[in-house]
């Protein structure tokens, strides 16, 4: 019997890199447990309460979120010699090409692994026990628990109905069981589409059947670390041949087409969904109708595990859904009449250990919405722009320490236009903003005192205060920006006016710089400077005067001063 508990010494399966987190909140968005903590505009992933369903790092633009890779335990497995067997998932056929599925198996075996076998011989058993326990058991709902996602999801959300979880292993689990019961010194690795296996193989028990669990993306670094190009391997087959339908394991129906029950999907009792918004519906709609006995069948990402975080390079879900439909009827598995089911596949699952919800007052959410300015309930947008389905849901997850005010965009815009507001009109310089037809659409308080003006200009033409030629010339698109030194005489105004245009907006901007004052003292200081040379012409005229008179009596010595007070007057005039 195994029981979900994750050991606290494990690093943890999803985490943000921090260098690459901006508070753009998406993963806020999409996470369907509210893992995500804000802390000063980064995101952190809470550990308690991650179900590792990968779609925060599927979602996250600038590739912030990140998960634990286990390929180095890997390559210690082959630098060790150790016994090593593959479980490969059955998307890997939407991952790899026709050529390289038939190639892919020698190259796993180049890489080390004794054993490649496909985790659809697992799962076909996952399915038979399945419906043998609904059978034996019809007196409730059942959910099916072949992804461990889900049932991390029902355990977190929905505990109620963990009594309606069908208590067999995984596909993976099961394989990995067969696996170690065959030879319980190998080491057994699952390779597949998705995060969540990771954290399925540490609970509990499970972490002594599956040694590694990789990713394709990883599996494809192992093979380019030890320079295996699969091109270059021959055709091979798994060591195992896959019984019944199990191949359809990775998409909508496949676990009960491989069981033998119904794949109706007019049958109102048995339900295939995927997508944790359809699970979530189907989970509420099963809590609801208590008295309606469902089978549901349940995949995490949408249209299955072919769109797993990690499952293509091809984004068309309804391509991988072919590819893999194609594959089964090509390479059709065993008649499985006479097999063998191995029986030892129960589990039973315990709640997770998760932050408990705490309840708050309804005078505690108010004080929380008024600090972002919701103080009616028409204030509160639900815009979601900060994550969050509702203002109100936000501001619970501030009260849990999970986010921040700062997140309400509209609340920050608002913030920073009445910031740009108190800049502008505490600006000393003049600020005037002109529509298309040069008419005033607001006028700063410095540049209604330079101009003597009030509000009652508004919607009025620039013309009615001063010339609008500046204004004029930005209209004809010719120029973007006019400088220059305008003189206002009717209001004692000297200014060097920045005028330029809004062309997203149609309008213009015009900013008066008021330099009256160090206008008037350079006008002042040309008029010193002029006086001073006039005087110095009349001083100069009197010297030359004198000095002709003189040179009448001092002859030769004063024709010689003259030269001299002249070389002075040029120097003067210089």
């Not at 659809?120 to 058993?125: D, F, I, M, P, Q």
């Not at 990771?198 to 093979?223: G, I, R, Y």
């Not at 990402?301 to 391509?319: R, T, V």
């Not at 309804?362 to 509160?380: A, C, F, N, S």
Request: glycine content about 4%.
């Amino acid at each position: 019997m195994n029981t979900i508990n994750r050991p606290k010494e494990n690093l943890p399966i999803v985490y943000t890199s921090k260098a690459k987190c901006r508070d753009c909140y998406r993963c806020v968005r999409v996470c369907p447990v509210n893992a995500i903590r804000m802390k000063d505009g980064q995101a952190e992933v809470i550990t308690e309460i991650c179900i590792a369903c990968g779609t925060c790092i599927s979602a996250c633009p600038q590739q912030a979120k990140a998960y634990r890779t286990d390929y180095e335990k890997v390559i210690q497995m082959i630098e060790d010699g150790d016994q090593m067997a593959l479980s490969l998932a059955p998307s890997f056929v939407v991952r790899y090409n026709d050529w390289e599925q038939k190639r892919l198996p020698s190259a796993l075996r180049m890489l080390g692994f004794h054993y490649v076998g496909e985790t659809s011989v697992g799962a076909w058993h996952t399915a038979v026990s399945t419906a043998s326990y609904i059978k034996d058991h019809p007196e409730r709902s059942h959910i099916c628990t072949a992804c461990p996602a889900v049932v991390s999801y029902v355990l977190h959300e929905t505990p109620s109905l963990s009594v309606n979880l069908v208590p067999i292993v995984s596909p993976m689990i099961a394989h990995a069981r067969m696996l170690k019961t065959e030879n319980p010194k190998r080491k057994v690795v699952f390779a597949g589409p998705c995060v969540a296996k990771k954290d399925e193989a540490q609970w509990n028990k499970n972490k002594k059947l599956v040694d590694a669990v990789l990713t394709f993306d990883e599996l494809d670094e192992l093979l380019k670390l030890k320079n295996i190009n699969i091109e270059r391997c021959e055709e091979s087959s798994f060591n195992e041949q896959v019984p019944g339908n199990a191949r359809l394991f990775p998409i909508e129906g496949g676990l009960l087409r491989t069981a033998d029950l119904s794949t109706d999907m007019l049958d109102a009792q048995i339900i295939a969904v995927s997508g944790y918004q359809e699970v979530n519906e189907v989970l509420s709609t099963l809590m609801e109708k208590g008295d309606v006995r469902f089978i549901i069948e349940p995949l995490f990402c949408k249209n299955g595990c072919i769109n797993g975080p990690f499952s293509k390079q091809n984004s068309n879900s309804f391509l991988s859904r072919a590819k893999v439909l194609d594959f089964a009827k090509n390479y059709p598995g065993l008649e499985a009449i006479n097999k063998k089911l191995y029986n030892s596949l129960s589990v039973s699952f315990a709640e997770r250990s998760s932050l408990k919800k705490k309840s708050y007052s309804e005078e505690q959410i108010k004080e929380v919405l008024k600090r972002t300015g919701k103080l009616l309930p028409t204030d509160e947008l639900n815009c979601t722009a900060c994550g969050y389905a509702s203002c109100r849901d936000k501001a619970i997850a501030v009260l849990d320490g999970i986010a921040e005010s700062e997140m309400c965009m509209p609340y920050m815009r608002r913030l920073a236009e009445q910031k740009f507001d108190t800049m502008i009109d505490r600006d000393p310089n003049g600020i005037i903003l002109l529509n298309n037809e040069l008419q005033i659409l607001h006028m700063n308080p410095a540049f209604k005192k330079m101009f003597t003006c009030s509000d009652s200009l508004l919607t009025k033409s620039i013309s009615y205060l001063i010339d609008p030629d500046p204004f004029e010339k930005l209209s004809t698109g010719k120029d973007l920006v006019v400088k220059q030194i305008v003189h206002y005489g009717s209001y004692n105004l000297i200014c060097h006016l920045i005028a330029y245009s809004l062309p997203e907006d149609n309008n213009f901007v015009g900013v008066f710089v008021d330099v009256t004052d160090s206008q008037v003292s350079k006008e002042k200081l040309t008029e010193i400077k002029s006086e001073t040379v006039i005087k110095a012409h009349e001083l100069i005229e009197h010297q030359i005067s004198m000095a002709q008179e003189l040179a009448k009596f001092l002859g030769e010595n004063t024709a010689r001063g003259e030269i001299l007070m002249k070389n002075l007057i040029d120097s003067i005039k210089k």
